[in-house]
């Protein structure tokens, strides 16, 4: 079984920076699509921004220019990396992988995603 983990949450102050990891130990991590999610209380889960196993990505437009993706697949790990951020960018943060989506054209669905981390909390407050 697939094992995903998520690190770098925290409190961070509005207009401030955070840098997410998530490390899977999926063999096929090199072929494989990944993606962050976030959850705050009340919302649904949202797709924030996704990589594909060609370095394809996409961010959703309310951090498009704020927040990029990255991977290191040497390490086996997909970053988050948020600038500022915004009291609105406060929730629950989760990493998915899959390996059934491709390259990434626009932000893909949670259903497609087969293992996912137990999440990582960032709250942007001052």
């Known amino acids: 079984q697939v094992q995903v983990k998520e690190s770098g949450g925290g409190l961070v102050q509005p207009g401030g920076s955070l840098n997410l990891s998530c490390t899977a130990s999926?063999?096929?991590?090199?072929?494989?699509?990944l993606a962050w999610f976030r959850q705050s209380p009340g919302k649904e889960r949202e797709g924030v921004a996704a990589?594909?196993?060609?370095?394809?990505?996409f961010a959703i437009a309310s951090v498009k220019g704020r927040f990029s993706v990255s991977r290191d697949n040497a390490k086996n790990t997909v970053y988050l990396h948020m600038n500022n951020v915004q009291p609105e960018d406060t929730a629950m943060y989760f990493c998915?992988?899959?390996?059934?989506?491709?390259?990434?054209?626009?932000?893909?669905?949670?259903?497609?995603?087969?293992?996912w981390g137990q999440g990582t909390q960032v709250t942007v407050s001052s």
């Open positions: 999926d063999l096929t991590f090199d072929d494989s699509a």
């Open positions: 998915a992988l899959s390996s059934r989506v491709n390259n990434i054209l626009a932000m893909p669905r949670d259903v497609f995603f087969d293992a």
């Open positions: 990589i594909g196993a060609d370095d394809s990505t």
